[in-house]
């Protein structure tokens, strides 16, 4: 501790977009399976994720930082064996984003790097909630998944965590805001009696959906956002990503419900 | 004998009308039935009448098909294999539905055929390819397959299958993972018709293969040598079992995921009530199959609204203590 970190293991895609937009990604020696950006990062070798860390190789490598998730907690008891210090992060609310940014910069020892990125990350999204202000708040149900072809399983952002706070944040009014989980496994009936203004549909990428499959939708037709051709599909790594390009994400959300504000 | 089953019938059958009927008016949203069947108010606006119609009906419906077909396949398998642990899962072919699911769901492919979407078919279609390999193990053997060796032969195949699910679930994104963790809780919102009416094809050919089973299931469940001394011919038996018992199978699970605990407890339960004959167990089965279904579903979905609970969860924790409470009752 208090020593700056020179050789960083981050194995959660968030976590690694940050230390790169932070000026740290000289000090990253390897990556998670999933870190898909920055594409500079892509070179480094991958060490499992969070499923399959591959312990050996990470004690191999000799970090002096591990970054990993709060639920690896195998893996963190290996490491404090190992003597290793690591960082322990969790997907939270919005603004979890910009205090990890922070408290990852100051493990790293980039403290002003660290506070200029969050504060960036803040002020973009202040100017995005000063875009939707005054506008109205469509009933909008945010889902980030369900199984192909059909309205089955469907997966749903529910009123906490950080897809929420964008949603709240880019002028939607979440659908599921009174449940407070994470993700809600929802029914046709469920969306039917939500009866959303908005429904959209979050993909990490294209490949992800098939574009004809946003016809599934057309069953239930009674719900508003079906009638009213408001069902949107809006695909990006960003949404899935925690990281610094959470701002992205939340303008393309705010767009979305709101397209003459950001005309 | 004709008395007991017209009762047995009559019994059954008035609980499973009683709940296909009174399933469809309960749920999280309310809604009345005036506005349901009110004609004024064009389909595409009625929100009462697409709760009932799109969400609720196809619903009911699944579980009515997925809870009969799972009870049928587990009296067929239970007496087959003579062996009161056996149910729909036991040779395989629900390692194979779920093998299929795997894939259908980690492959990102988007297709239909007469209107119904990859999962189910992949589902399906592993279903059928278990069933391909148990098959050819019980051929392989002139003489039939004795019990023992076909209960074996399943256990190992559907390890094999089993691996090879898990293998592709290590290879695949952690939210594939999660995607098949979701469908091997089950789930009866089928959301639409058309699942509903495919399955109906694989099914009814396992009724048919079901209706002519009944006296030889009675022969064959005291042994085999017992049933060919009787004349059955039991080889032809075993085949025609297997096979209505397979695309049984594989019609509910491609339809409402693995919530294979039905197939185990329903048929006991029904021999608990109406005894051993199997012109009386099979029939009561399948009512009895999907009014439990039904009820459990209908639990899932209320019990802790607005949110739901996957309905597999709910058939083992009613199905347990109501089968102990069978068991033990009377002692």
């Known amino acids: 501790m208090g020593a700056e970190a020179r050789r960083v293991i981050s194995i959660i895609p968030s976590t690694t977009e940050m230390l790169f937009a932070m000026g740290a990604g000289d000090r990253v020696i390897a990556i998670g399976t999933y870190d898909r950006y920055p594409p500079e990062a892509q070179t480094l070798p991958r060490v499992g994720a969070l499923i399959d860390p591959n312990v050996e190789q990470i004690l191999q490598m000799r970090p002096d930082l591990v970054v990993v998730y ?35 910069a100051t493990r790293v020892g980039v ?5 200029a990125l969050a504060s960036r990350v803040e002020r973009q999204l202040a100017d995005i909630r000063a875009r939707v202000a005054n506008r109205p708040r469509p009933k909008t149900l945010l889902v980030f998944g369900r199984e192909p072809g059909s309205l089955r399983n469907i997966n749903a952002s529910g009123g906490e965590g950080f897809l929420h706070d ?55 037709a009674a719900v508003p956002a079906v009638k009213n051709h408001r069902v949107i599909l809006l695909t990006g790594e960003e949404f899935v990503v925690p990281g610094p390009r959470v701002a992205d994400a939340t303008r393309k959300l705010a767009a979305a419900l709101h397209p003459d504000a950001f005309k | 004998m004709r008395r007991r089953l017209a009762l047995t019938l009559a019994g059954f059958g008035a609980l499973t009308v009683a709940s296909c009927l009174l399933a469809p008016l309960v749920g999280s949203t309310s809604i009345h039935l005036s506005r349901v069947f009110d004609r004024s108010i064009p389909f595409a606006d009625n929100v009462d009448a697409q709760v009932f119609f799109v969400a609720r009906l196809p619903r009911v419906a699944a579980a009515a098909i997925v809870g009969a077909a799972l009870a049928l396949a587990g009296v067929v398998f239970q007496a087959l ?10 040779l395989g072919v629900a390692a194979g539905a779920t093998l299929g699911a795997m894939l259908g769901l980690t492959a990102h ?17 592993g279903a059928v390819g278990a069933l391909a390999i148990v098959f050819v193990i019980a051929a392989a053997r002139r003489r039939g397959t004795s019990s023992t060796v076909l209960l074996l032969a399943g256990i190992a195949i559907g390890a094999l299958l089993n691996a090879a699910g898990r293998f592709i679930q290590y290879l695949a ?21 058309a699942p509903i009416l495919a399955s109906l094809v694989p099914f009814g050919l396992a009724c048919i293969g079901f209706a002519t089973l009944p006296r030889v299931l009675d022969l064959i469940s005291l042994g085999e040598d017992a049933a060919e001394a009787r004349g059955v011919d039991v080889v032809r038996t075993e085949r025609i079992a297997l096979v209505s018992a397979s695309l049984s199978t594989g019609a509910a699970v491609s339809l409402g995921g693995p919530v294979f605990f039905v197939g185990i407890i329903v048929p006991h339960i029904v021999r ?35 949110v739901e609970m996957p309905v597999g969860i709910i058939t083992a924790i009613i199905g347990g203590p109501f089968f102990l409470w069978l068991l033990f009752r009377g002692r």
């Open chain 2, 81 to 90: 294999l003579r062996n009161p642990l056996a149910s729909p899962d036991t």
């Open chain 1, 111 to 115: 403290d002003a790097a660290g506070d």
């Open chain 2, 109 to 125: 492919a988007d297709f239909t055929l007469v209107g119904v979407s990859v999962v189910p078919l992949t589902s399906f279609a």
């Open chain 2, 173 to 193: 994104d952690v939210t594939d993972t999660f995607r098949t963790v979701q469908w091997l809780m089950g789930s009866l919102d089928v959301g639409s018709y």
């Open chain 2, 272 to 306: 608990l009530i109406v005894g051993a004959d199997h012109r009386l167990v099979l029939p009561a089965s399948a009512l009895f199959g999907a009014s439990f279904l039904i009820a459990c579903d209908l639990v899932a979905r209320t019990i802790i609204a607005p």
């Open chain 1, 70 to 104: 709060g639920t690896q907690t195998e893996l963190k008891r290996r490491l404090e064996r190992a003597n290793l210090p690591y960082y322990s992060y969790a997907h939270k609310g919005l603004a979890d984003i910009t205090s990890t940014i922070r408290a990852l």
């Open chain 1, 166 to 220: 964008m949603l709240e944040l880019a002028g939607g009014s979440d659908a599921l805001g009174d449940i407070h989980r994470q993700s809600v496994d929802m029914s046709t009936e469920m969306v039917l009696g939500r009866a959303p203004d908005v429904i959209i549909e979050l993909r990490y990428s294209q490949d992800a959906i098939n574009r004809s499959d946003m016809a599934a939708w057309n069953r239930l």
